[in-house]
T-cell receptor, first 116, second 118 residues
Framework: AQSVTQLGSHVSVSEGALVLLRCNYSSSVPPYLFWYVQYPNQGLQLLLKYTSAATLVKGINGFEAEFKKSETSFHLTKPSAHMSDAAEYFCAVSSAFSGGYNKLIFGAGTRLAVHP | DTGVSQNPRHKITKRGQNVTFRCDPISEHNRLYWYRQTLGQGPEFLTYFQNEAQLEKSRLLSDRFSAERPKGSFSTLEIQRTEQGDSAMYLC????????????????FGPGTRLTVL
């Protein structure tokens, strides 16, 4: 079975500071991992994904994440926060592939606030 | 705009009423998913369609819920005899057929339908 734990339901940073959003996963198969961002009243947008290639994955808007198998982690980082990064972030793991499709299993989300 | 669209965006209903939501996926996507997101939680999987076939239903989908995807294009999600616990954001996502068995296939999400049951 697969599951995701996001540590910290709320994170607050200053503009220009490092952003670190934590995600730990559990998976019975080699994990495929995703980070999605959700702005108010909008759907989810894919930031980046790990699919067993490079362990350091670069995404959109300057975000990146590192897959660490030994720590079962996939933390999301950005060197310098911008006010427009304020949103809710979700980590997700892809279910074991069966029947030709995958469903996503999401963490509870982390709300990122950026203050001047 | 060629993304996933959902209608209505907001629905307020009284307990006991029936509601229906519509999802229009990206045109070439044959895979369609429904998720439910309650306040303070991540989306939870409800059901999956491949073309017109409904291949999986979550245990979250009680008998009051029914989803269809006639002709493999748009999909509808109906909730009968709504309860206050049904209040949530209902998200639809679609994805194209992967070139191979690829669990990394990206799902594209619509803006969601927010349901409030009074």
């Amino acid at each position: 079975a697969q599951s995701v734990t996001q540590l910290g339901s709320h994170v607050s940073v200053s503009e220009g500071a490092l952003v670190l959003l934590r995600c730990n996963y559990s998976s019975s198969v080699p994990p495929y991992l995703f980070w999605y961002v959700q702005y108010p009243n909008q759907g989810l947008q894919l930031l980046l994904k790990y699919t067993s290639a490079a362990t350091l994955v670069k995404g959109i808007n300057g975000f990146e994440a590192e897959f660490k198998k030994s720590e079962t982690s996939f933390h999301l980082t950005k060197p310098s926060a911008h006010m427009s990064d304020a949103a809710e972030y979700f980590c997700a793991v892809s279910s074991a592939f069966s029947g030709g499709y995958n469903k996503l299993i999401f963490g509870a989300g982390t709300r990122l606030a950026v203050h001047p | 705009d060629t993304g996933v669209s959902q209608n209505p965006r907001h629905k307020i209903t009284k307990r006991g009423q029936n509601v229906t939501f519509r999802c229009d996926p990206i045109s070439e996507h044959n895979r369609l998913y429904w998720y439910r997101q309650t306040l303070g939680q991540g989306p939870e999987f409800l059901t999956y369609f491949q073309n017109e076939a409904q291949l999986e239903k979550s245990r979250l989908l009680s008998d009051r819920f029914s989803a269809e995807r006639p002709k493999g294009s748009f999909s509808t999600l109906e909730i009968q005899r709504t309860e206050q616990g049904d209040s949530a954001m209902y998200l639809c996502a679609s994805s194209p057929p992967p070139p191979q068995r690829d669990r990394g296939n990206e799902q594209f999400f619509g803006p969601g339908t927010r349901l409030t049951v009074l």
